[in-house]
């Protein structure tokens, strides 16, 4: 009976942690843009002007984005630090993580408010569970506990099923958004079974720091006795994020979801909610138990090749270019996942894996955020156009947009000259430090295979003859400045990596 | 000391909960599967917090979690209805739209 | 005296560009404009070109030259290195030229589906990253350029290809980006196990010997990096199990493209070994020498023998690039100064060559619409000039002393016979005298049967009567307007290859633009042929330079 008394005596003890809100406003921007958007537009009778959603939620973006800026300019000078009792942290590798989040939700707002009108689609939820969505992600890349590391991927996971089955008159996005909840659901339990085991092993929920995982693993002797319980806890964390960056053998939901999710949304999934699982992949396993490298390490490993192999072959033989584009982000997870697995080496190249998964993640969720806009228009009105032949004669029809697609579909292959390039080239140079010389191949290999896919369907814009089918693209403002900025980034990144990648490397030294 | 038997029970549900999602193709009964698993997590770290000495941070979680799964299920039975209306049925391996 | 004017390599390298700039705001209808732009950037970077030879110090041909030296991705200790040795600057000027000539020849040979606009900036990309392979002196900016090369290469076979192009140009890039793979796994390698401080040639050539003395590179591991570079550039080459990929890539190529497929892409993945992995990992390639060797004399007899198998002319040519490439390659598997002279002098007397005979088996295409070398015959008769041109290119090929190709065959055969010797400074024994004695009978071999395949080739094509199908259509033609009529109607099918006139019944000879692409090409050949000290001297000491670590 004390037992369960003995919470209530503590309560005494509980003292309210000290809020650093100036830390704080990226996400109290997101939350207060999500709110306004969510009761404005439900209070006011008529709805909003047209377009006034889509300004807001890229005002409310771009001021996170330049608010994360001056955090980090404020960590080059004082150092990271945590927030809110320890429970956040503010550093490199969250802040890195929390500025691609960002750009992902801009160019998904540009892209999604061209989108909302073609389908004479009026709903500003659309906006507020988007602006949700990436306040999850934020939140997931700088928790420093795994009960905030839960909160956020939740609020992440909850938005995003609701976004998948946003379309209401396309019957392939209800499903859609059925699958994900239902696998997402699935996986968010494992998750949180594996944060329980943990929990019951170490004591504590809190990552790094004092009193954290990271210290009472260290502490061999305590963390012996319930070895297994950790391991299996470990495990099961490790499931449940691999179902969210879609790894292989937990990507099964993936095609369905981002063929049938509305293109837009497929775009801010494929970009915002991989960064912040790699985010959180990174909090909560690779920097806060290198203790139990041995254990988990293997694990990575045998996932970022199963990732990379099943993912670029299968992406193959697909004949709807967003269901190609699944597998591929398939198999850009493998590449990441490369990253880690370097990074969970430790020392100087943990850092330099660190920061090969930084940089990989902002320049894909700038690629496939262009590459995306581009499949948004293509599919045309009802979103349905994805098929190879949509495309055929683009390059005639279009040729700027196809071109723009070149761009990014080349980057993606891992041509030089390209962000794409270089993301590559940091992630086999960090597994080429860290000895992993076979995962380093094999990823290269998977490379190869994956530009097969990619030239499919540059081949089918420009080379093969006939027309593309249906009404002609139209090009409308907003997406088009989306494709314009993705890919002024990805030739600049490809042409002047130095600055970005030396970010990335700051970032990843500088850690809470 | 209850605690194995605490940690029993969260492992049975939490495999009954497993075998549920897997097996059933009733979408409801699967997202009732699910709730099964939040449910044996919460056990679970009720059952850790008491061995911790009455650890706060556990019954906080157990908190959170009972909050995030109400709001989960809010969602997913808003998806199945809205499933549901389109094709009077509920069954997840009719879910057929797309193929690879 | 060395020349300070560092601007040179990187004007020369991309200078293309910028005609690609301007090319993209033309309209793709202006078509003589489009290709009047083209010609003009290659013709300018030609200049440069010229301008280097002109500027080199030959006193001083194994030093770097118009060396430029900053930093480029200083994160990851990358360097934007360039200059120019006596290594690099033949095959650096001759990609200018052949771009220039193929520019030319491309005037009124645009192949099917048309689009100029297209072909010429591919063509400039291409030039970009040829010359750019050839100057890089860091790893990374090296594989940049290797790889810039690819994708051009692709669309050119993909577009403008043949029935198979889709096949064939996913063919090329799938084997070529395989080598890549284990070739950027492995500089990489060489990167970190060096202590990851440089991607710089010339330093990690130091630095391996440095390392390798203090016992911190092992000889497995130099072994394993080598393999893997070796494996990179062997495809490209492309060496004996490696070289499927070529000749359906050369069958199905435009004709442009296979003459720059065979006169440069090819050398670079030897260019490779040269400048890379012989200079850097010396223990390694003694190790691999006897291998290289080996496959490189199985190469020219397979090669020779797979030509004799041959029924189209393009395929046999393209075979025949893979037995004269293992001429070039068994010269540098001697590891002597006398056998990579040899080789350097062979990579460019096969890319004048062979890229003449692509040249011509193109043109034979265009008016036969055919290349069953069975359906071919008396084009001596028929076309003159051209049965003449493709008699020349084949002697040449064949090895016919006082032609460019001689110099590149025999001293490579001849260096078999005297392996490089070793260097105890670096701990390389020597090579097995026997073994490579061996290589040289069979590499003699296969010099007869170049002879014959080309002998033969020629026999059948040139010589004779026209077969009854093209009877009529030449020179020889007076009164046989009937059998014109079906010959037209047999390749009513085949595609037309955007003949400008239209009157394919007609078979007329060397035309103009063919003329002024064709004659710098046969003039090198012949001028190589009779004085090949004119290139030798500016192969010689650098790659002497290289041959000393191994004792030659």
Redesign the interface.
Known sequence: MH?????M??TDK?ISPSVNWGSLTPLLVLLGAGLVLLVGAALSARGWAKGLYATLTAAAAVAAGVLQFVLWNSTVHHGPKSLVGEALVVDGPSLFIGISICAALLLAALVTDDYLRREDIDSPEVYGLYLMAALGGLVMAASNDL?VL??GL?VLS?AL??LA?SH?KR??S??????Y??LG??S???F??G???V??AT???RLRGPESIKTALALTVETDKHRALLVVGVALLLVGLAFKVAAVPFHSWT??VY??APTPVTGFMASAAKAAAFGALLRSVVLSMPELRDDWRPAIWVLAILTLVIGSTLAVV???VK?MLAYSSISHAGFILVGIEAAAHGGESGDRGIASVLFYVLTYAVLVSGTFAVSTLVGRSGDGAHGLDSYRGLGRQRPVLALALAVFL?AQAG???TSG??AK??V??AA??A?S?AI??IA??A???G??LY?RII?SM??EDGDAEGERVSIPFGTGAAIGISVAFTLVVGFF??WL??LA?DAATRLY | MLLNQFLLLGAILFAIGVYGVVARRNAVLVLMSIELILNSVNINLLAFALRNGGDPTGHTFALYVIAVAAAEVGVGLALVLLVYRNRRSIALDELSEMKG | MLTDQNWVLSVGVFLPLAGVLVMMFIPKSDELLVKFVGLLAALATLGIGIYTLAEFDYGQAEKLQFAVNTSWIDVIHSRYIVGLDGLSLPLYILSMVITVLVMIYSWNHVPSPGNPKAFYMLMLVLQVGMAGTFVAQDLVLFFVFFEIVLLPMYFMIGVWGGENRQYASLKFFLYTMFGSAFMLVAFLALFFKTGGTTFSMTQLADLVQQKYAEGGLTSTTMNLIFAGMALGFAVKVPMFPFHTWLPDAHTQAPTQGSVILAAILLKLGTYGFVRIALPILPQAAKVFAPWIGLLSVIGIIYGAWCCLAQTDMKRLIAFSSVAHMGFVMLGISTLTSYGINAAMFGMVAHGLITGMLFFVAGSVKDRYHTLEIKRLSGMLKQVPKLGWIMGFAAMASLGLPGLAGFWGEFPAILSAFEPAKGNVDLAIGPLSVNLYRTFMIIASIGTVFAAGYLLWLYQRTAFGTPTAEFAGLGADADDQDDHAHGAHDAHEGAEDTGHADGHHEKLHDVGIFEWIAWAPMLAAIVFFGVYPQAMFKVFDPAVSLISKKFGG
């Open positions: 037992l369960l008394l003995s919470p005596q503590q509980l009960i839960f909160l939740e909850i099923y609701v089955a209401r019957i392939e209800q499903e859609a958004g059925l699958k909840f239902i659901g699935f968010s339990a494992f949180l079974y944060v329980a085991l929990y019951g004591g504590t929920t095609p369905d063929q049938g697909q004949t709807n269901r080349l041509v030089p000259l390039f270089v080239f940091s086999i140079t080429a430090d000895s010389y380093a191949i290269m290999l490379a190869v295979i530009a097969f030239l081949v420009f080379l990596p130095g990648l030396e490397r």
